[in-house]
């Protein structure tokens, strides 16, 4: 060990020769953009008494940290004055520069993440222990009638896409639609599809738990709820269907759901 090292324990970087992951890399320069933004921002507040006052206190704060004796403080200063100094210069310089930078490495790193959580369901990402709310069934629950359904509509016609809670909506949406369209008759207008949905939606067969409200004073749609636990990418039911107004009481629904579903080669498909 040489003079400097025994100097200055606390500054040797055990295991230098790791590599540096880029992500590793990444953070470091956002949060140097980050700093460099802050900084930037508060200088032009501080009067420039203050300013020596605040740099100062860094280079006191910074050093006594990393110090164990006289010599180790002094040498600390100055090694955290001349960095101070380096990014000084480089706020003074190319700040707008090293902004930038850090701003297009934080959307290249948010734009990653958002490729892995698109790819579901992924290992390390399934939300185990979160609580969720929903009107339908769940998507994973294939034992389900019209899961079942929509599971073999989706292997046909949408494969090359996720099946997932959107596919489930957007089908039951398209179900919904469909009824609505055979009710209304031919030639329907704006005005015969509201009255029928007013009239005959609460009739409609659907995935929902609960029936559709429909009336001449509701257009909510479901007014129904059941709360599920996300474990290992299914979802367990952790209570009962729940059904209520805007105004009215939380009601336990105990009915059987809002219809089966038709067989796959029926005529509506």
Do not use: C
Request: aromatic letters at 12%.
């Amino acid at each position: 060990m040489d003079v400097f090292e025994r100097w200055l324990p606390l500054w040797h970087a055990t295991g230098v020769g790791v590599p540096i992951g880029t992500t590793v890399i990444a953070l470091a320069f956002g949060w140097l953009a980050a700093a460099v933004i802050v900084l930037s921002a508060a200088s032009k507040l501080l009067t420039p008494r203050l300013r020596l006052v605040v740099l100062v206190t860094i280079v006191v704060v910074a050093a006594l940290g990393r110090a164990l004796t006289p010599a180790q403080f002094g040498v600390g200063a100055l090694v955290v004055a001349a960095w101070m100094a380096l990014f000084y210069a480089l706020l003074k310089t190319r700040g707008a520069d090293v902004a930038g930078l850090g701003v297009a490495i934080f959307w290249l790193e948010t734009a990653s993440r958002t490729a892995t959580m698109m790819a579901q369901p992924s290992p390390w990402f399934q939300w185990n222990g979160a609580l969720a709310a929903g009107y339908l069934p769940a998507v994973t629950d294939i034992a389900n009638p019209w899961i079942s359904l929509f599971h073999k509509i989706w292997l046909q016609y949408d494969h090359t896409n996720l099946f997932d809670g959107n596919t489930e909506y957007g089908m039951a949406a398209g179900f919904a639609a469909l009824e609505l369209l055979q009710a209304a008759g031919r030639n329907p207008t704006r005005a015969s599809l509201v009255s029928t949905l007013e009239q005959h939606g609460a009739s409609f067969n659907g995935p929902g738990l609960a029936p559709l409200a429909y009336s001449s004073s509701n257009h909510s749609g479901y007014e129904n709820s059941q709360i599920v636990e996300i474990s290992n990418g299914k979802y367990v039911t952790k209570s009962a269907v729940y059904t209520s107004t805007d105004t009215g009481p939380v009601v336990t629904y105990t009915g059987s759901g809002q219809g089966s579903p038709p067989s796959f080669t029926d005529p509506k498909f």
